[in-house]
């Protein structure tokens, strides 16, 4: 009886994805916006049948948020880079990820740039697991159902206006009391705060002064408009 082998091929097949958590809500709205800080969680699968040798990890965040150092932390192998101060990216050193269903779990948090520059409405970040003996991979958004694209985050800005008002009396006839009365001039102050996480667009101002008093309309304008 003559006994036939099979080759098998033993090869490493290694998938990163990331995900995202909003873990400090700076200004409490419930939504990830500038100030707040995001927990971005790497699941790295090996589904292959071999292990995947010297894993690495690298992740550079997007540019308008900052690492939180000292945030780094892994299932698998040693923090490189990331937790010390001045650290501005992310370097794992897995080692090896065994093969059928081998997985690793990295976590690191980044704070939202604020303020941001006009015209940005969310941030990016995709990072890349490498080995000795498969190809570089990026990490996936399994939200999306594209494939092995960025983890994106949409941000919320919106201004926050608020308007306050004072008074002064700035000149007064008889009595001279310091208190106004008939007659008298007061001048209003007003001042718009905007204490929002993004710009305040065609903002208007507009007052009618109360019935029982008249508006003083500065003698130079009165010579322009003649």
């Known amino acids: 009886m003559m006994l036939l082998s099979t080759a098998v091929t033993g090869l490493p097949f290694v998938e990163p994805y990331k995900t995202w958590v909003l873990s400090t809500d700076a200004d409490g709205n419930g939504f990830p916006s500038p100030g707040d800080t995001l927990t971005y969680t790497v699941v790295i699968e090996n589904t292959g049948n071999q292990n995947a040798a010297d894993a690495v990890f690298s992740d550079t965040p997007d540019s308008n948020s900052t690492l939180v150092a000292g945030s780094v932390t892994t299932t698998l192998g040693s923090v490189t880079l990331g937790n010390n101060p001045g650290n501005t990216s992310v370097l794992v050193n897995l080692g090896n990820l065994v093969g059928g269903h081998g997985t690793a779990t990295i976590t690191f948090r980044v704070t939202i740039n604020n303020p941001l520059p ?26 999306n159902e594209s494939y092995d694209d960025p983890t994106r985050t949409p941000l919320t800005l919106i201004p926050n206006i608020k308007v306050y008002k004072r008074y002064e009396l700035t000149s007064e006839i008889t009595p001279l009391d310091g208190i106004p009365g008939p007659g008298d001039t007061i001048t209003y102050f007003i001042t718009i705060i905007n204490s929002g996480n993004q710009n305040a667009a065609g903002v208007n101002l507009s007052d009618i002064p109360d019935a029982n008093t008249t508006l003083v309309v500065p003698v130079l304008s009165q010579a322009r408009g003649q």
């Open 118 to 143: 006009a015209g940005v409405t969310e941030i990016s970040n995709q990072g890349f697991v490498s080995g000795s003996n498969f190809p570089s991979d990026p990490t996936d958004d399994p939200t």
